[in-house]
């Protein structure tokens, strides 16, 4: 499945529910070849009525740290598990997650990223192990197959508790350093291609 057909077959989901009450299917957005991919949990109101995700106040929050450690939003790719908001921003139902998690599968097999990053103790929970615990491993990274992941605080939470700031600093230094990493791993093959 291409871009444009898993697109066309996201917007037009009624698997569960939440197509009922959305305004737009919030997709995805940034780079398509990045090597860092970024997930939350669900849009909220901000992205249902825009379709991209990470505008609201949380997004620009996000934005802020990446601003801070010099990662530019369009170089990266940002989605969420669930492609609907869920009513008043509940958190998704585990079935929600059942019926929508191919999206992003085949988004990821399409962007092939080097590193996931999961925004919240949500999305962590889904694509890291079951009992995550974002307090205690946040910024450690795991190996899940070909792909390095790891876990953030959800922007929200920041809003939430601000005390938790300096703990997303470092861990998106972290992620910067291994942005970096990735990015002169590919310039050094790129320039072996050439010398060959």
């Not at 938790?164 to 790129?190: Q, T």
């Amino acid at each position: 499945m291409n871009w444009d057909e898993l697109i066309r077959e996201c917007e037009g989901c009624t698997k569960c529910d939440l197509h009922k009450t959305r305004t737009n299917c919030v997709f995805g957005i940034g780079n398509r070849q990045t090597n860092i991919m970024f997930v939350g949990e669900a849009p909220g109101e901000n992205e249902d009525l825009t379709g991209i995700p990470f505008v609201g106040a949380a997004g620009k929050l996000f934005d802020k740290f990446l601003c801070a450690v010099d990662i530019p939003r369009d170089e990266i790719y940002i989605a969420n598990i669930l492609k609907c908001r869920p009513p008043k921003n509940r958190d998704p139902l585990p079935s929600e997650q059942d019926m929508c998690i191919d999206y992003l599968r085949n988004q990821v097999r399409l962007i092939q990223p080097k590193m996931i990053v999961c925004l919240g103790r949500i999305a962590a929970m889904r694509l890291i192990k079951p009992d995550f615990k974002i307090t205690a491993e946040h910024g450690k990274i795991f190996q899940r197959g070909q792909f390095e992941i790891c876990a953030v605080y959800h922007p929200s939470a920041l809003l939430r508790d601000p005390r938790k700031r300096e703990d997303m600093l470092i861990d998106m230094k972290m992620i910067k350093a291994k942005f970096d990493e990735y990015k002169s791993e590919s310039r050094d093959f790129k320039s072996g291609e050439i010398n060959e």
